[in-house]
């Protein structure tokens, strides 16, 4: 059974360690090292994290399964890109699954907790960037109902990458 959690300023530790594991995890091999190590660094600390779970705009969730962290998902409200439509967007910064769970419905769990949050907060749509390359990801979205409507670069220490930025309406 999976379930999900908000996640408290206690947990900018486990954030900092589980999205470091899991960005690792999915995108290392197709990314120089020096180039991972400056994207880890900057984005995967505990103090980021800290900073991040402090932000009145962020909301995390944390999906745990058989008494483990399982993944996990950022939402931020703010400043979206011109091709957003709606009066009140929320973004989906990370949604991640740990490698071991991914196909055991973690994804799932925190996308279903990721609407609902947007919903609780007002949101009139949910918007995310997916790495162009990212195709099981961009299935996995799309069977949510997420469509394409731009681009976006996104860098990943000196490399810039292009994203598919996608957008649901609530």
């Known amino acids: 059974m999976i379930i999900t959690r908000c996640a408290t300023t206690e947990d900018a530790g486990l954030l900092a360690e589980l999205g470091?594991?899991?960005f690792s995890d999915t995108f290392a091999a197709d990314n120089t090292a020096e180039d991972m190590a400056a994207y880890l660094a900057a984005c995967?600390?505990?103090?980021?994290?800290?900073?991040?779970?402090?932000?009145?705009?962020?909301?995390?969730?944390?999906?745990?399964a058989e008494d483990k962290s399982a993944g996990y998902a950022h939402l931020l409200a703010g400043?979206?890109?011109?091709e957003i439509t709606?009066?009140?967007p929320i973004e989906?910064?990370?949604?991640?699954?740990?490698?071991?769970?991914?196909?055991?419905?973690?994804g799932s769990a925190l996308m279903t907790a990721c609407l609902d949050a947007a919903?609780?907060?007002?949101?009139?749509s949910v918007w995310l960037g997916v790495w162009e390359n990212n195709v099981r990801a961009q299935a996995f979205y799309r069977k949510w109902g997420f469509v394409?409507?731009?681009?976006?670069?996104?860098?990943l220490g000196s490399d810039a990458k292009t994203d598919l930025v996608m957008q649901r309406t609530l």
């Open 148 to 155: 394409e409507v731009g681009t976006h670069v996104f860098m």
């Open 119 to 124: 919903r609780n907060r007002g949101a009139d």
């Open 20 to 22: 470091a594991r899991t």
């Open 86 to 88: 709606g009066s009140r």
């Open 44 to 64: 995967f600390s505990r103090e980021k994290q800290a900073a991040e779970l402090a932000d009145p705009r962020s909301v995390f969730l944390i999906a745990e």
């Open 79 to 82: 400043q979206w890109p011109r």
């Open 92 to 106: 989906i910064v990370r949604l991640y699954s740990a490698h071991e769970w991914i196909g055991k419905g973690v």
